[in-house]
């Protein structure tokens, strides 16, 4: 190692930062956090500077570096873009052993600034040694998708306890894997979905028995977002990589699934029309009982769980059953889909309003609002509505839309083998005949959809045409 990575205590001690600029405000922003008394010494002061001054939250001494600006000072920054003052501040300090910083410099640092990962109390640095600080960056962020903002409040919950833990658990080793089984259980879930006060209760059941206070597992209601595995959230990532049971359905893409961990039991339970492998109230059950076996249980969906994806009920069953649950949103398909094909869902000319419908038939009908949904300036988005679609056609013309109304349908949007067919209300059903579009596909009614062609942005790998968009122009 060319540096002892060691965290430093500077609260109430001076810092020194020689230099107004930017950097330097980036380095005085670090030194705040960690409480420190920052003095600042330039002639001028970039304005994010000038305000911290304003707000009496720095000390500015308006005039340029002077050797003996140093001895009182508990460490120190040179980011002035002066390299014979930046030498001079590294040599005066080293001489007086006080920490210092000359910023893009390694050579003369006694200490560099990792990336860091702030989740207070909990707080983990990256660094390359000053080889590469936008390599450490990089590394941050991905760090920073496995590390959740609820890791501080779990330190401190930690800390709460940590007394009556080690009053409890003489052998560190006991101690150890109490902690262990404490992190990895539901207790981290419940602080991480900040519910501290069920989190609380669950510690003060562990600490009264060494055996489990409860073997009852968590369901996690997780969207996995239209199909595109890079629009899965950090949170649904987490999850999925910690779940002992995968309970998916018929929209979760193939990219999605294989996200979640390889040794979990997976358990399939799509709606086809006309074909359920297992029927909602089953599913509601199975939810239940998967839970109440201490198993954690990530209910994956494509989409959102909360926009047609039933998820309500769901979790409406695990609440009476008095099942801890999680729900993660996502990208629902219409914002998706409607994303990666070009087509704005509201646009200040074109739509003031967007409306999210189902076009599953249910008893021949459809038993929608026609005379709300063929009002002007609006879009309208039917979720599983290809089956239907004639059904749609007619009514909209029928409740006086224009026959030239144009409407795209979106297969399988955000993923390789996205394709758009645009046309109008007229034509579509010709359309459709000639491409035979595939479940899942959306359907977009709007003047919004004449702006597809221009904006459209994403080319599948499968497609060698912008946007996938196929030529159904008359």
């Known amino acids: 190692m060319d540096f002892l990575p060691i965290f430093i205590d500077i609260k109430d001690k001076v810092c020194l930062v020689i230099g107004g600029g930017d950097v330097a405000a980036r380095k005085v922003t670090l030194l705040l956090k960690a409480n420190s008394r920052v003095r600042v010494i330039s002639p001028q002061l970039c304005p994010n500077l000038c305000g911290l001054r304003d707000q009496g939250q720095i000390e500015h001494l308006e005039r340029s570096y002077e050797e003996d600006d140093i001895a009182d000072a508990y460490l120190v920054i040179a980011a002035t873009n002066d390299k014979d003052v930046n030498k001079q501040v590294y040599e005066k300090a080293h001489s007086l052993r006080i920490p210092v910083n000359v910023v893009d410099q390694p050579e003369l640092c006694t200490f560099i600034f990792p990336s860091i990962i702030d989740r207070s109390p909990v707080v983990a640095a990256v660094s390359t040694g000053g080889a590469s600080p936008v390599l450490a960056r990089l590394i941050r962020s991905r760090l920073e998708s496995l590390i959740p903002a609820g890791y501080g409040r779990l330190a401190e919950l930690a800390a709460k306890f940590r007394d009556r833990v080690k009053a409890k658990f003489n052998n560190p080793t006991d101690r150890r894997i109490f902690w262990e089984n404490t992190f990895s259980s539901g207790v981290a879930e419940r602080v991480f979905s900040g519910h501290m006060q069920e989190a609380d209760a669950a510690m003060e059941l562990a600490l009264e028995s060494t055996e489990p206070a409860s073997t009852i597992g968590e369901v ?255």
């Open 220 to 474: 996690y209601l997780v969207g996995g977002g239209p199909g595109d595995p890079d629009l899965v959230s950090f949170r649904a990532l987490r999850l999925m990589q910690q779940a002992d049971v995968v309970v998916y359905d018929r929209l979760v893409a193939q990219p999605i699934l294989d996200m979640t961990r390889r040794d979990a039991d997976r358990i399939y339970v799509g709606k086809e029309r006309d074909q359920h492998a297992m029927r909602q109230e089953e599913i509601n059950q199975l939810l239940v009982k998967l839970a109440k076996e201490g198993k954690r249980v990530i209910r994956l969906k494509g989409g959102d769980p909360f926009i047609f994806g039933r998820g309500g009920e769901e979790i409406d069953t695990l609440s009476a059953e008095g099942v801890p649950f999680q729900v993660v949103p996502a990208v629902t398909a219409a914002s998706g889909c409607a994303a990666y094909s070009g087509i704005p869902l509201t646009h200040r000319d074109y739509a003031q309003s967007v409306t999210f419908v189902t076009g599953h038939l249910k008893d021949g009908t459809m038993n929608l609002n026609w005379e709300q949904l063929a009002h002007a300036h609006q879009t309208i988005v039917f979720y599983m509505g290809l089956h239907g679609l004639p059904v749609i056609v007619k009514e909209l013309i029928g409740h006086g839309v224009s026959p030239d109304m144009p409407i795209a349908l979106v297969q399988q949007g955000t993923t390789e083998h996205q394709r758009v067919f645009t046309g109008t209300l007229s034509t579509i059903e010709e359309i459709v005949t000639r491409e035979r579009p595939k479940p899942p596909t959306l359907i977009i009614v709007g003047e919004v959809v004449e702006l597809q062609e221009k904006l459209s942005w994403f080319t599948p790998p499968s497609s060698p045409k912008r946007g996938a968009t196929s030529d159904i122009h008359d």
